[in-house]
């Protein structure tokens, strides 16, 4: 493990290390920022948009009641959307998107002899490699996540004009009451560190695949299973010390 640890802390010393040419590096974090934020937009929006909706139904399937203010639905479901479905959620599904790309993507350079090569020629092969892909990921997830958060709530108001259950004027107005922008920041600071994690971590077993195409796709496996570890310890970690 503390083996694992030193190559993982090593690599990303060497991602961020003085760029060769600026221009470079500013061009391959531009076409990162597309693949990893308009490719993951459509899943994103689907998939927050379905959760927001099944929030709302099941928070008024269980506390509607003549004692409970029906506004309470709206005010559940928006907290559970900024601090836990938006975030954590998407972050799960771009693990298993974004990240499986990077590891397969680096591991396919690294059996082919293609990062050898870059080393050869004299260029940083994990700054080249590496560091596009973390500052893309933490640049663009975030952004992400914001999308998700308003698609979720969107999703909660269009489940109320279907279910018929809550009125939407009362799902508007438990939206307005109460909010504490603490779950913003806790919202904000999450997707950060999730974009970190599912980046670098992933890009961590692609950049030491060894062995052939096979290693290759397990290389991808584990970058997937250990990112979606660390997102939920992570997410534990940063809700225990914000909330």
């Avoid at 409970?68 to 998407?90: C, N, Q």
């Avoid at 693990?95 to 396919?108: E, L, M, N």
């Avoid at 438990?174 to 919202?187: E, H, Y």
Wanted: proline share 3%; glycine share 10%; charged share 10%.
């Amino acid at each position: 493990m503390f083996h694992s640890l030193g190559r993982y802390l090593l690599l990303l010393r060497l991602s961020f290390r003085k760029p060769e040419k600026f221009s470079v590096y500013w061009a391959e974090i531009m076409r990162e920022m597309v693949s990893q934020g308009i490719g993951s937009l459509g899943i994103i929006c689907i998939i927050s948009v379905f959760i927001g909706a099944v929030a709302a139904i099941q928070v008024a399937f269980q506390l509607v009641s003549p004692l409970v203010p029906r506004a309470i639905v709206g005010s559940i479901s928006r907290d559970s959307t900024i601090l836990e479905f938006s975030p954590t959620i998407s972050a799960l599904v771009l693990a298993g998107r974004v990240g499986s790309s990077i590891a397969s993507q680096i591991g396919t350079m690294r059996v082919t002899e293609q990062i050898d090569a870059l080393e050869i020629m004299g260029v940083n092969a994990p700054g080249y490699l590496i560091s596009p892909k973390i500052i893309a990921g933490v640049s663009m997830i975030p952004l992400l996540v914001i999308i998700s958060v308003i698609l979720g709530l969107t999703g909660g108001y269009i489940a109320c004009l279907v279910s018929r259950e809550i009125a939407p004027t009362d799902y508007i107005i438990g939206l307005q009451d109460g909010f504490n922008t603490i779950t913003v920041t806790v919202c904000a600071v999450k997707s950060v560190v999730f974009g970190f994690i599912i980046t670098s971590v992933c890009s961590y077993f692609g950049f030491y695949t060894s062995g052939g195409s096979l290693e290759v796709g397990q290389s991808a496996t584990k970058g997937v299973v250990y990112s979606c570890i660390w997102i939920l310890f992570a997410d534990l970690v940063i809700s225990s010390l914000l909330l």
